[in-house]
């Protein structure tokens, strides 16, 4: 500090930042070092704190810690991958691949001292564990699924990210929708847009989450609000084409928007609806390398079938077999529910006949071989 005083170097660096500071009139700092150098007890180390030199620079080093930047951006460059190509991996590399990440984010939390790194690491943290989280909703463990989406939307909240914070509540609201809860997966969807203002989660909170749960709990005006709000909202936002990754944090696509209207409406018991829609989802789903969004909407499709007055019972449940057929591998609970849907409704109309045994026979096949 005397060498620096005696150059000017650091007092003069530093006078712009003593502005606006209380000064004593006619008086000037200075720095004073006692005759005969440092004062003995300070230089014996002994003070009245019970602590030395070496501690208080201990902790100065701490506050420098950090993690090679290197490995930060090789950490999201990595979670926007698994995003973007979440329907084409093979379940369990996924799975393992998403645990080990989780684990390592963690300790490099505890390694950084550096808000903005830990700002950065909150955030991986928090899609990692969102991910985590839809996984085990397809598993039907809503209680580890809640545990995961619930650290998401915190994990967000510490990365001050908003529009994190609302794909974590799409999260929660689809855990709470396949968990029976709809009037929780309206309430939650709808809190989740208080986040997402009109940005790119706005569209899947409103047509996936308010739109469906509605649906689900009869409300027509509801259902038809939500949906005519979320074209409104893709208006608003970049829209991607094709068929992007169910859960990745661009805006929904048109596809996406379409053939999540057309659940809703299925829940509504509305054909014609659902015709309408389908057809705006059916060209991009046709040819995405999704086996699960092909074999929903075939699903939808069959279901709707079943409404018309002249319906063809055989005719449905070849849609719905094929649709176990190119979906076969891929454990999710929406394909299962909504079959199981489809031959709740068949059997309200029809009873028990062959062609639903041959169904719930292929049902349970998927299901081991999953």
Not at 78 to 106: A, C, N
Not at 209 to 235: C, H, I, P, T, W
Not at 302 to 310: G, I, N
Request: aromatic share 6%.
């Amino acid at each position: 500090m005397a060498a620096d005083d005696a150059s000017g170097a650091t007092i003069g660096a530093h006078r712009s930042n003593a502005k606006g500071l209380p000064k004593l009139p006619g008086q000037r700092a200075t720095l004073t070092v006692p005759h005969g150098g440092v004062d003995a007890d300070v230089a014996g180390g002994i003070s009245g704190t019970g602590e030395d030199i070496v501690d208080v620079l201990d902790r100065i080093q701490n506050l420098y810690r950090a993690v090679d930047p290197v490995v930060i951006s090789g950490l999201e460059s990595s979670m926007s991958t698994m995003l973007v190509e979440y329907e084409t991996w093979e379940r369990g590399r996924f799975i393992r691949s998403l645990v080990k990440k989780r684990v390592f984010v963690d300790s490099l939390i505890s390694q950084s001292m550096q808000p903005r790194q830990r700002q950065r690491l909150f955030r991986v943290a928090g899609k990692v564990s969102g991910l985590l989280g839809y996984v085990e909703v397809g598993r039907e463990d809503y209680a580890l699924a809640r545990a995961y989406c619930a650290e998401s939307f915190r994990l967000a909240e510490l990365a001050e990210d908003s529009d994190l914070q609302a794909w974590a509540r799409g999260m929660q609201s689809f855990c709470e929708y396949y968990a029976r809860n709809y009037e929780e997966a309206l309430a939650i969807a709808l809190d989740g847009l208080s986040y997402a203002g009109t940005g790119p989660q706005s569209v899947r909170l409103t047509i996936n989450g308010v739109a469906r749960a509605a649906g689900k709990l009869g409300d027509k005006v509801g259902v038809q609000r939500a949906v005519e709000r979320a074209y409104r909202l893709m208006s608003q936002n970049e829209v991607p084409t094709g068929l992007p990754s169910s859960v990745s944090l661009q805006c929904y696509s048109s596809a996406q928007t379409a053939s999540n209207a057309v659940t809703a409406y299925v829940s509504l018991g509305d054909p014609a609806r659902v015709q309408e829609f389908a057809t705006l989802a059916l060209p991009d789903i046709k040819v995405s390398a999704s086996p699960w969004s092909q074999a929903l909407l075939k699903i939808d499709l069959s279901t709707s079938m079943l409404m018309a007055r002249d319906a063809d019972l055989e005719r449905a449940c070849r849609v719905t077999m094929d649709a176990l057929k190119i979906s076969s591998g891929y454990p999710i609970v929406s394909i299962r529910r909504r079959v199981l849907e489809f031959m709740g409704a068949a059997e309200r109309r029809w009873g028990r006949v062959s062609g639903l045994d041959e169904v719930r026979e292929r049902l349970e096949a998927w299901s081991r071989d999953c």
